[in-house]
């Protein structure tokens, strides 16, 4: 059973367009995160949630817009996808939040064209 | 400044061989570090943590220098499955950031037969 998962694994689309991608764990953690990794392999932090609660929202357009319907889900939707939002998006979670101990989904490869 | 800088290499090592990694981290008050390793097209999977008084995990040895700022991974009778990227994870203090991770952008290792 994959611990993280998330789906879709690939991603291509025009721009302008609006995508979700969505993030399952199964590990009963309290604390869900997604990160962004771009072309140049920096993985940055995007949102955290704790027990479906917004706890870190970085700088970031607000046309991605993350929901957790409950513990084990964080979602992303991206509204009026750009060019630069071509990444990889990786959703984590981790059993408490202030802990580096971060489990991946495979992450979700998305390009916009 | 960046939070955390990594050499990117490429490093390229024979099998067998010792290799070490450094990281240097810009903000003193950072809590907690740790190494994670991520395979090509993979995610991240934490490899160790790093404590004040250096550890070991098999052929893996991590060190920490608050002084300096410097932590370092190093690789004994390197494998061909060592072959990754590694990269260096600072945690900010709670109270100021709740926790956030930060990643540097890693170094690359290829290991050849």
């Known amino acids: 059973d994959t611990a993280v998962s998330q789906t879709p694994k690939y991603l291509v689309t025009q721009m302008g367009n609006d995508k979700s991608i969505k993030c399952e764990q199964n590990?009963?953690?309290?604390?869900m995160y997604w990160y962004k990794q771009d072309s140049k392999k920096f993985l940055k932090i995007m949102f955290s949630?704790?027990?479906?609660?917004?706890?870190i929202n970085e700088t970031v357009p607000n046309r991605f817009s993350p929901k957790s319907p409950d513990k084990a889900h964080l979602n992303l939707h991206i509204n009026s996808l750009e060019l630069g939002d071509s990444a990889v998006y990786f959703c984590?979670?981790?059993?408490?939040?202030?802990?580096?101990?971060?489990?991946f989904g495979e992450g979700s490869r998305l390009t916009v064209l | 400044r960046k939070e955390v800088e990594q050499d990117p290499g490429p490093f390229n090592v024979p099998e067998g061989a010792t290799v070490a990694f450094n990281c240097t981290y810009s903000?003193?008050?950072?809590?907690?570090f740790f190494w994670y390793r991520q395979d090509c097209r993979k995610e991240p999977k934490l490899l160790m943590s790093?404590?004040?008084s250096g550890n070991e995990d098999g052929r893996f040895t991590a060190q920490l220098n608050r002084a300096s700022q410097y932590i370092s991974l190093l690789i004994r009778d390197s494998k061909l499955s060592d072959s990754a990227t590694y990269l260096c994870?600072?945690?900010?203090?709670?109270?100021?950031?709740?926790?956030?991770?930060?990643f540097g952008r890693g170094t690359q290792l290829t290991v050849w037969p």
């Open positions: 984590a979670s981790s059993p408490r939040r202030n802990t580096g101990e971060l489990f």
């Open positions: 903000n003193s008050a950072s809590q907690s």
């Open positions: 994870v600072v945690n900010l203090p709670r109270g100021s950031t709740l926790g956030r991770l930060y």
């Open positions: 790093v404590y004040s």
């Open positions: 949630y704790n027990n479906k609660e917004l706890i």
């Open positions: 590990l009963g953690h309290d604390t």
